[in-house]
């Protein structure tokens, strides 16, 4: 049968590695040819880990050009990259649909297609290894660093002492234990994340009947869930719920049924209120005076945050606005106006979303995004400098996070009153396969500014959404699967923050006491002229280290919101999920509480791969020709917008 070159596979040279080669579909090469512009690139980059490497086994690779993502099979030593498509989809799809087919482009076809697909996965290098190589970033494996690691065990020590002597109150035990049940059974933490994400929404719902409904259905789903668990012999965290606990849900469920609807709706929004508490200090600044006064009475500090993001009205931007303005002039009610903790950081702080200062953010209309938030931004920054209060822009969802740091840029650098302004920062989330290169743009903000710039650097905070985001449209997930990679990356941007200590000065936000310990280590012993560190836990939810780090004498500050529970629901589930994770809060308080020594990332991540543990890529793992859905074009990456633009310019151009 006639194919017309459907099939045909080709080879040339990489134009800018020529020893190495490119084997693929001419349709293929002819897209390689338009959206490779300069050599720095995935494939390049690809190329030089292996020139670096000549010592591994042929292996394979998910990668993106341009806005199209290949499988990719690397063959070291033939100097051979073959691409293909993601999952093999379209491959396999042709296959299965010409089994009979014996024309020889046909035959090449299939032949390319096993060549990748028979690629052993255990060959490929992790992510965390190819950026480490990529931006040259230590793994901590190095002999220089072994003085650091024994330093940071000896401070370890002192620090566990310190948080073995916190005596947690009743409530925080009590909801401990709840958080715990969340913990180790599935059931339980999606039954009652879903309860909670309805109730803000049924405020309307006076006399309860809604509250009372979905509640009692929320219990019975629970039940039935857990006997379908115990029918399917289910084991680990999605097993079915303890008998005894089984009964209490049934009893519960009974009661609940004779209690009037308008009772039972108010006693669980006391009981949710009451467990927002421990996380969310109070509707306003004044209620949150209490939290405050108990952090700066145990030598501690606090950065307020007014809940809020995602706003859907200018009244409701304006709205958050003023509020943060209202905070930022009431903390000097409380804290000495101007006054530093001992890392030479305000004790007057606040954290932002500038998210939450327009109501029709558009990553990829920038002057339109910008025109919406600059006025507001500028408003509470001026007023951060006018009475010497520290601003600080928090983390956001990934699609906003590029525009967040050039809007933020943009304003200071064009505002005359902020021009000396040094009491601003910014986070930085180490989840983020690019965090690194998102470094370096702070970087380059502070060169510009002549200022160090002091950036809170954390984990992540949104890392189930946006891997389930990733996994639903079917593109590269830009965090790190695996939590050990994130851990190892978070090190690497600790030392990379010291190392830049001309430019920026480091925050440590973390419930990980040999992250603290690491950072401090890592500063006395290498790079002891950088600016002191901050550290930083989020309010209420490890108390005890909080505690701890302060008893060090290290500046501690906790991340305390404000806000009514409707805008802080959101905030109250990521706490919960943070709090109930396997590899969370508790399970580190539990671990620190026995004594156990946690091993470093580096030797975690080892651990895992020895066991063939490591969670891979699915563009990697699921070769398919089933349907899967096409990823779409994310205008709020720049190199996506770019593209986009490029070729609408293109065809504009054809019709003048």
Known sequence: MKNNGLYEIKTKAYKYEPEWSIITYEAYHDYLEQNIADDKNEISDLIDYCNQHPERKNFKWSLEVGTVQFMAGIFLDQKEIRLASKHLSYELALIHSQEQCRDQNFLAMKDHTLALAELPLENTPTVIEFISHKHKLPLFNESQFEEVHRYADELGTDLIKHIGEYKQSFFEKISDFGLDLTANFMLVRIHLLKFL??????????????????????????????????????????RELPFLYHIIIKWTLAISEHIPAKYLARFIRFSVSVMAKRFIAGETIDTAKRSLGDLLSSQRDATIDQLGELVVSNIEADDYTNKVIEIIEGLNQNITKGEKNSSGINKAHVSIKVSALCHDFKPQAFDYTYENIAPRLKRILISGKENDVFVNIDAEHYHYRDVVLEVYAKVLLETAELADYDQTGIVVQAYLRDAYEHLLDVVALAKKRKLIMPIRLVKGAYWDAETIEAEAHNFLAPQFINKEETDIHFRQLIFKTLELGDYLQLAVASHNIHDHCFARSLHSRAFPNAPLIEHQCLHMTYEGLSVGLSKMRWATRNYIPVGNLLVGMAYLVRRIMENSSQVGVLTIMRSHKKGLRLKTPTQAFKDMKDKKEVVWDKALTQMSREFKNIYPIRTYLKHHFNRVDKVITQDLEKYR
């Open 197 to 238: 994400a309805i109730l803000p929404n049924l405020n309307h719902d006076k006399e309860g009947v809604e509250v009372k409904r979905i509640f009692e259905e929320s219990l019975r789903r629970l039940i039935e869930d857990s006997t379908k668990a115990k029918l399917k012999g289910l084991k680990g965290q999605k």
